[in-house]
């Protein structure tokens, strides 16, 4: 598509915006980088102001876009949304990446920033940033006890008001605000327009389909089986024939009481397949398994994928239907 002056103006006043917004970030957030190497809650090396800057605007942001490691990063969320929660925003590394960052007020008055005292907007840090300033703060905390008591200094440092605090405080991310973030590794940031909690960057990476909640459309949303260990881009992620969201009937990722597990072809081990599976008897391939009509119901003429033994004889499942097997009848007729 040719590009029009207007396109061109509004390429200017965006890439314009992004600069003060950088700027901005720069004056506001650099000193803090320096003020929080002091409390040794910093991610950065010593040569942190030869760490490159980069910018997202809004527009990437919304198609998603990667955060580079040891990045000063700025981006703008986009308007397309009314809020998204930091690890959805972030691509869920909270847990196994320092990340810390740090966002400007909404209705952010550059006009005010020579005057501002300390910060006027939110804070945000990783889980795992979190618990490693925690491991360090309690290694730095002094051991008091009748033997070695307080010194005066340890007193005053301990009640000293301006001693600087970085606390986690911003969770859920709202339109339109200016972030600053630095982190260990990359993320992957974007928006979740179809709420499965996989941001847009995040589902190109895995494959999923941004644009739908459930990609494979087995009943179990992208995000769930993404964190729950079934295949998102797989109606029949244990291969036994029974589909995940009928093994996992409420489809919530867990494996509660009355159901079987989508991740496991045989969750009684008794060496039937949870559904009607393709298996190898005496060199001749039959279909077996439990619930072979593959409804997630234990139908009369069915063995319990949840019991090894489903009869009140004690008889293995395996068993009943091989001695059934040896009398002549066919898989689908046993036991
Ligand atoms: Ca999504
Ligand atoms: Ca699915
Ligand atoms: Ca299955
Ligand atoms: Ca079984």
């Given at each position: 598509m040719a590009s029009t002056p207007l396109h061109r103006l509004r390429r200017v006043f965006a890439w314009s915006t992004l600069t003060v917004g950088l700027a901005l970030a720069g004056a506001t957030v650099l000193p803090f980088v320096q003020q929080g190497s002091s409390v040794q809650a910093r991610l950065l090396k010593p040569q942190q102001e030869e760490l490159p800057w980069k910018s997202l605007s809004p527009a990437e942001v919304e198609s998603g876009a990667i955060i580079p490691a040891s990045t000063h990063v700025v981006f703008h969320l986009p308007d397309t949304f009314e809020s998204i929660p930091r690890e959805t925003l972030l691509g869920h590394k909270g847990a196994s990446t320092r990340y810390w960052g740090y966002c400007f007020p909404?209705?952010?008055?550059?006009?005010s920033v020579d005057r501002r005292v300390g910060f006027q907007g939110l804070l945000f840090l990783s889980e795992k940033e979190r618990a490693v300033r925690d491991a360090e703060a309690k290694k730095r905390a002094p051991v008091f006890n009748p033997f070695t008591p307080p010194t005066d200094s340890a007193i005053e440092n301990k009640n000293n008001p301006q001693r600087p605090v970085i606390r986690h405080q911003l969770e859920i991310f709202r339109p339109r605000t200016l972030c600053y973030v630095m982190a260990e590794e990359s993320l992957a940031i974007g928006m979740d327009h179809d709420a499965d909690r996989l941001n847009a960057k995040l589902e190109r990476e895995i494959g999923?389909?941004?644009?739908?909640?459930?990609?494979?459309?087995?009943?179990?949303s992208d995000g769930v089986e993404y964190f729950t260990g079934t295949?998102?881009?797989?109606?029949?992620?244990?291969?036994?024939?029974?589909l995940d969201g009928i093994e996992d009937?409420?489809?919530?990722g867990r494996v509660d009481k009355d159901e079987t597990d989508p991740r496991k072809i045989d969750s009684d081990r008794d060496e039937l397949c949870d559904g009607f599976c393709r298996v190898q008897v005496q060199n001749q391939w039959i279909f077996m398994g439990e619930d072979k009509n593959l409804n997630g119901i234990v139908d009369s003429g069915e063995t319990d994928?949840?019991?090894?033994?489903?009869?009140?004889?004690?008889?293995g499942d395996k068993l009943k239907v091989l001695q059934c097997l040896a009398t002549g009848k066919n898989s689908q007729q046993c036991p």
């Open positions: 909404q209705n952010y008055d550059p006009q999923t389909d941004a644009t739908m909640a459930d990609t494979d459309q087995d009943g179990i295949d998102p881009l797989l109606r029949d992620s244990d291969s036994d024939n029974v009937s409420n489809w919530n994928p949840l019991l090894w033994a489903s009869g009140t004889d004690g008889v």
